[in-house]
Nanobody, 115 residues
Framework: QVQLVESGGGLVQAGGSLRLSCAASGSIFSINVMGWYRQTPGKQRELVAR???????DYADSVKGRFTISRDNAKNTVYLQMNSLKPEDTAVYYCNTWPWGTISWGQGTQVTVSS
């Protein structure tokens, strides 16, 4: 069973940048689509970005042009580069397969953007 560990979150001012990492305990080479999700209290988890094993990417409209998802299959790691951060990006960020299936959610990493 693959386990996922997110890291890289923190407190940043609006306009700043963060790079999130998602390290998998097992191989993600065979997983076609990996995604980054985020959740704020009282709201459903939402997909922010996804990437196929071939490197094709897709983004939520709210982050398009600011966030970049990438993956390194050799390192079993998925990244999310977040630039021009806004207070509304504040959330706990998670990675997982898309669509979500059998892999348990990690603990997530908190991103807080101050205005």
């Amino acid at each position: 069973q693959v386990q996922l560990v997110e890291s890289g979150g923190g407190l940043v001012q609006a306009g700043g940048s963060l790079r999130l990492s998602c390290a998998a305990s097992g191989s993600i080479f065979s997983i076609n689509v990996m995604g980054w999700y985020r959740q704020t209290p009282g709201k459903q988890r939402e997909l922010v970005a996804r990437i196929t094993s071939a490197g094709s990417t897709d983004y939520a409209d709210s982050v398009k042009g600011r966030f970049t998802i990438s993956r390194d299959n050799a390192k079993n790691t998925v990244y999310l580069q977040m630039n021009s951060l806004k207070p509304e990006d504040t959330a706990v960020y998670y990675c997982n397969t898309w669509p979500w299936g059998t892999i348990s959610w990690g603990q997530g990493t908190q991103v807080t953007v101050s205005s």
